[in-house]
């Protein structure tokens, strides 16, 4: 290797590994919050087989009959019909299925497709033949933030239950720092297979295989890239049984191929919307809404309507020097959602000019009388002005934040009854 490609790997590893950089507001505005891209199994198992690693024929399908031209298609079964959606614990909910014949293979699929996981709808499922299962592993890649490089584990304890095992028994996953220089070294994948135990069969096979992975997680600026089940099947080979891929959020400008891969589910509609203007959403499970700006305010908003015996609905940051078209585009974010049953909007100016924030608000009301009642603290910077803008408008102002929060649960209470 020569010297200028040595200093530009590591150009590129101290990238990686350093505190996060934006370089536009609108991602710094999501800092706090910024979800990773999470990809479906049958997407990270693309990914999985371009490096290399062995995984069951298999093939997506988003209604039972193209369930039944799959398995007619994969050859002899049996068969596993999987839901693809973007949460752990499908096996648990009933979401996976082993099917030995093309009539209860489609029949599993009918099931599946609609059914609930954890508030997410089953839209398409993926369906490959099965393994012949021996043992189970786990094998799986993610950033350690406090020694900030990526740590590998691995651990003969794998399946549906390692979280637990993380838990409970740490010491039976095997872990390691590779440098992010040099990336992970033949001997440091062999020591993590005699570290967690790995059958001396197939230790050559599984550590081959660390390799490749972790080379796909860093090609695709992963914040996780795991395999679990990692499957010794009874001749002795190795195969990823499962998938899961996430994205860092900050580098799709790197990765327009799984980029394109975003799915949009409708409950995760508004968050999509507010990433679009350029401020951080996330969807809770309260009733009263949530506008701030700054994250550390919204969270301490959030506190606050608990305190008082609410629950939010949302965490929503329209950032510092909100001008009033993002004021505006978050309360109609805010009021899209039918939980909502009143709107807490909670801003101290510091960048943020109380005044901007009244015209947004009016210019919503001025549009339609909203729904539910909305009740605003404003203070800092002319939060005066913003006031007086706002005398006789159709909401409640307090002077506090807990004050507020107090009023804000009790009229969504009201609007309840």
Same mark, same amino acid.
């Given at each position: 290797?020569?010297?200028?490609?040595?200093?530009?790997?590591?150009?590129?590893?101290?990238?990686?590994?350093?505190?996060?950089?934006?370089?536009?507001?609108?991602?710094?505005?999501?800092?706090?919050?910024?979800?990773?891209?999470?990809?479906?199994?049958?997407?990270?198992?693309?990914?999985?087989?371009?490096?290399?690693?062995?995984?069951?024929?298999?093939?997506?399908?988003?209604?039972?009959?193209?369930?039944?031209?799959?398995?007619?298609?994969?050859?002899?079964?049996?068969?596993?019909?999987?839901?693809?959606?973007?949460?752990?614990?499908?096996?648990?909910?009933?979401?996976?299925?082993?099917?030995?014949?093309?009539?209860?293979?489609?029949?599993?699929?009918?099931?599946?497709?609609?059914?609930?996981?954890?508030?997410?709808?089953?839209?398409?499922?993926?369906?490959?033949?099965?393994?012949?299962?021996?043992?189970?592993?786990?094998?799986?890649?993610?950033?350690?933030?406090?020694?900030?490089?990526?740590?590998?584990?691995?651990?003969?304890?794998?399946?549906?239950?390692?979280?637990?095992?993380?838990?409970?028994?740490?010491?039976?996953?095997?872990?390691?720092?590779?440098?992010?220089?040099?990336?992970?070294?033949?001997?440091?994948?062999?020591?993590?297979?005699?570290?967690?135990?790995?059958?001396?069969?197939?230790?050559?096979?599984?550590?081959?295989?660390?390799?490749?992975?972790?080379?796909?997680?860093?090609?695709?600026?992963?914040?996780?890239?795991?395999?679990?089940?990692?499957?010794?099947?009874?001749?002795?080979?190795?195969?990823? /049984?499962? &998938? $899961?891929?996430? *994205?860092?959020?900050? =580098? #799709?400008?790197?990765?327009?191929?799984?980029?394109?891969? !975003?799915? %949009?589910?409708?409950?995760?509609?508004?968050?999509?919307?507010?990433?679009?203007?350029?401020?951080?959403?996330?969807?809770?499970?309260?009733?009263?809404?949530?506008?701030?700006?700054?994250?550390?305010?919204?969270?301490?908003?959030?506190?606050?309507?608990?305190?008082?015996?609410?629950?939010?609905?949302?965490?929503?940051?329209?950032? /510092?020097? &909100? $001008?009033?078209? *993002?004021?505006?585009? =978050? #309360?109609?974010?805010?009021?899209?959602?039918?939980?909502? !049953?009143? %709107?807490?909007?909670?801003?101290?100016?510091?960048?943020?000019?109380?005044?901007?924030?009244?015209?947004?608000?009016?210019?919503?009301?001025?549009?339609?009388?909203?729904?539910?009642?909305?009740?605003?603290?404003?203070?800092?910077?002319?939060?005066?002005?913003?006031?007086?803008?706002?005398?006789?408008?159709?909401?409640?102002?307090?002077?506090?934040?807990?004050?507020?929060?107090?009023?804000?649960?009790?009229?969504?209470?009201?609007?309840?009854?």
């Amino acid at each position: 290797m020569t010297v200028y490609s040595w200093l530009v790997r590591l150009s590129s590893a101290r990238r990686r590994c350093a505190a996060p950089r934006r370089s536009d507001r609108a991602a710094g505005r999501r800092a706090i919050l910024a979800e990773p891209l999470k990809l479906h199994e049958f997407q990270a198992k693309q990914v999985l087989a371009r490096a290399g690693i062995p995984i069951p024929l298999g093939r997506v399908a988003s209604t039972a009959g193209e369930v039944d031209a799959a398995v007619r298609a994969l050859g002899s079964g049996p068969w596993v019909v999987k839901a693809q959606v973007h949460v752990g614990g499908r096996g648990k909910a009933g979401g996976i299925k082993l099917a030995k014949t093309p009539e209860e293979a489609q029949a599993h699929a009918e099931s599946i497709l609609g059914m609930d996981i954890k508030g997410l709808r089953v839209e398409k499922v993926y369906v490959e033949r099965a393994a012949t299962i021996a043992k189970e592993l786990y094998l799986g890649i993610t950033l350690d933030r406090d020694r900030r490089r990526p740590v590998v584990m691995l651990s003969t304890v794998g399946g549906m239950d390692i979280e637990e095992v993380a838990v409970t028994a740490p010491d039976r996953i095997a872990r390691g720092w590779p440098s992010p220089l040099l990336g992970l070294l033949p001997f440091e994948a062999r020591a993590l297979c005699f570290d967690a135990g790995v059958p001396e069969r197939q230790r050559d096979a599984v550590g081959e295989i660390a390799q490749k992975l972790y080379r796909s997680y860093e090609s695709t600026d992963a914040t996780l890239l795991e395999i679990n089940p990692l499957f010794i099947q009874e001749d002795g080979s190795v195969m990823a /049984g499962d &998938a $899961k891929l996430d *994205v860092d959020d900050n =580098a #799709l400008y790197r990765q327009p191929e799984l980029a394109s891969w !975003r799915e %949009v589910a409708p409950d995760d509609a508004m968050e999509e919307k507010a990433r679009e203007q350029g401020f951080s959403y996330v969807h809770l499970e309260g009733d009263v809404g949530i506008i701030g700006n700054g994250a550390g305010l919204v969270m301490g908003t959030l506190d606050a309507v608990r305190n008082a015996g609410g629950r939010a609905a949302n965490f929503l940051d329209v950032g /510092g020097g &909100a $001008k009033e078209e *993002v004021v505006r585009a =978050a #309360l109609e974010i805010v009021l899209a959602n039918p939980r909502v !049953r009143s %709107v807490f909007i909670n801003i101290f100016g510091g960048i943020t000019r109380g005044d901007e924030v009244a015209k947004g608000i009016l210019s919503v009301l001025d549009q339609a009388k909203p729904r539910v009642p909305l009740v605003i603290r404003l203070a800092g910077t002319e939060a005066e002005a913003g006031r007086q803008l706002l005398e006789g408008a159709p909401l409640v102002s307090r002077a506090t934040m807990d004050e507020a929060a107090a009023e804000a649960v009790r009229l969504a209470r009201e609007s309840r009854a």
